[in-house]
């Protein structure tokens, strides 16, 4: 046997037995986090799972239709609705809610004025229209007047499309006031017809830049 043969031997067994060691540790602390999770925390955490893929929610029944004995109907369910306004709990867009109920009926006195200008009844007005003719008043400052004097461009094509076309028109040219507006030329045929009142004085206008010399139809837009 040779002379070191034995140290090795013994070097051999003391890193088996460290390493069994070391594993039954291990797997000692695994078996009791298990034991903690599986036993300990079991209905904690199998209530924490079912919350998070089930949740408890309330359908209400009809009561149904109810016949009498010949199959005509005596009474039947039907969904209604209740609606309520309470000022001293509405906030909107950071407004109290006096200034949005102010607002609003402001917004009505506009459709209602616009309603008679276009010679309709203020409730054949969409909502598509209303929001526009809101958006005249608020965003663009455009009065009555202005209009008006849209109207007079339309040609009888009296909707709330077809004058929020020439509105928008005037806009990104720069017209803002009814003088200017009355100063811009209107094609009819291969004359200009001016919409100035008398005497005034017509501008030198070119037929290429004249508001009415453009495609109206791709200036709308789409119905909300």
């Known amino acids: 046997m040779p002379p070191n043969s034995r140290p090795n031997r013994t070097m051999l067994r003391r890193a088996l037995f460290l390493l069994a060691a070391c594993g039954i540790a291990a797997f000692a602390v695994l078996?009791?986090?298990?034991?903690?999770?599986?036993?300990?925390?079991?209905?904690?955490?199998?209530?924490a799972a079912l919350q998070q893929q089930l949740r408890r929610t309330a359908i209400p029944a009809s009561r149904g239709t109810i016949y009498d004995r010949e199959g005509?109907?005596?009474?039947?369910?039907?969904t209604t609705y209740t609606v309520y306004v309470s000022p001293a709990e509405i906030s909107m867009n950071g407004e109290d809610a006096e200034r949005w109920l102010q607002r609003a009926k402001q917004r009505e006195a506009w459709c209602q004025d616009a309603a008679a200008q276009f010679g309709i009844e203020p409730r054949a007005l969409t909502n598509w229209e209303r929001r526009t003719i809101a958006r005249w008043h608020e965003e663009m400052g455009i009065g009555r007047e202005m209009i008006d004097e849209a109207l007079l461009r339309a040609n009888g094509k009296n909707t709330v499309r077809y004058v929020d076309g020439i509105l928008r028109a005037w806009r990104a040219q720069g017209i803002t006031t009814i003088d200017a507006a009355r100063r811009q030329g209107q094609l009819e045929g291969s004359n200009i017809v001016m919409t100035e009142r008398p005497n005034a004085q017509p501008p030198a206008a070119s037929a290429q830049k004249d508001l009415f010399n453009r495609n109206w139809a791709a200036m709308f837009d789409e119905e909300g």
């Open 31 to 47: 078996m009791l986090q298990l034991f903690r999770l599986q036993i300990l925390r079991h209905d904690e955490l199998e209530s």
């Open 72 to 78: 005509r109907v005596l009474a039947m369910s039907a």
